[in-house]
């Protein structure tokens, strides 16, 4: 039945093939459509172009290249006894624990992303015990530059608040 579409015409031997149980049929026009390529910031407003690696371009968090560099450091015996003496301040989710929930935290998290302040900012942080979730939920909100901290309230700050806040809770 033709209904007036047209399709292209696939080149001698060309064409897609769809199995249907063991046939195999060939579909006419051999072309399958495919989605566009999103290329813009999925910040919202922002038109530059998209990062290699995420969907935000390199303003708003994206990333052009794995960093291994980065991830070294959390290899380094003086993280993991910094990790564990968190945890066993802390060994609950303190975000969980304003919502009024108990639960296992399995990640210490910096409060200001110490990547975007410099790798000083890797040892001269805020640190909270946060689970799984609640440190997606608030990597998340990082791409966006919103920093909380979970102490008996949620505080919001942005990257104006990081010297002034860590000078006053660390002295």
């Not at 969907?55 to 993280?79: F, M, Q």
């Amino acid at each position: 039945m033709d209904v007036g579409i047209t399709r292209p015409v696939p080149h001698q031997g060309q064409g897609s093939i769809r199995r249907k149980g063991s046939i195999r049929k060939r579909i006419p026009g051999g072309t399958i459509p495919t989605a566009p390529f999103n290329t813009k910031c999925s910040h919202l407003g922002c038109k530059n172009s998209r990062s290699k690696l995420n969907s935000y371009c390199l303003d708003h968090g994206g990333k052009e290249s794995l960093s291994r560099d980065y991830d070294a450091i959390y290899n380094t015996a003086a993280w993991r006894q910094l990790r564990t003496a968190q945890l066993s301040r802390h060994p609950l989710c303190q975000a969980c624990l304003v919502e009024g929930k108990v639960t296992l935290a399995l990640h210490v998290d910096h409060v200001f992303p110490w990547r975007r302040f410099g790798e000083q900012a890797f040892r001269r942080n805020i640190l909270q015990s946060l689970c799984q979730p609640h440190h997606s939920y608030k990597t998340g909100l990082e791409q966006r530059g919103i920093y909380e901290a979970y102490t008996d309230k949620v505080e919001q700050f942005t990257d104006d608040d990081y010297a002034r806040v860590v000078a006053e809770r660390l002295g």
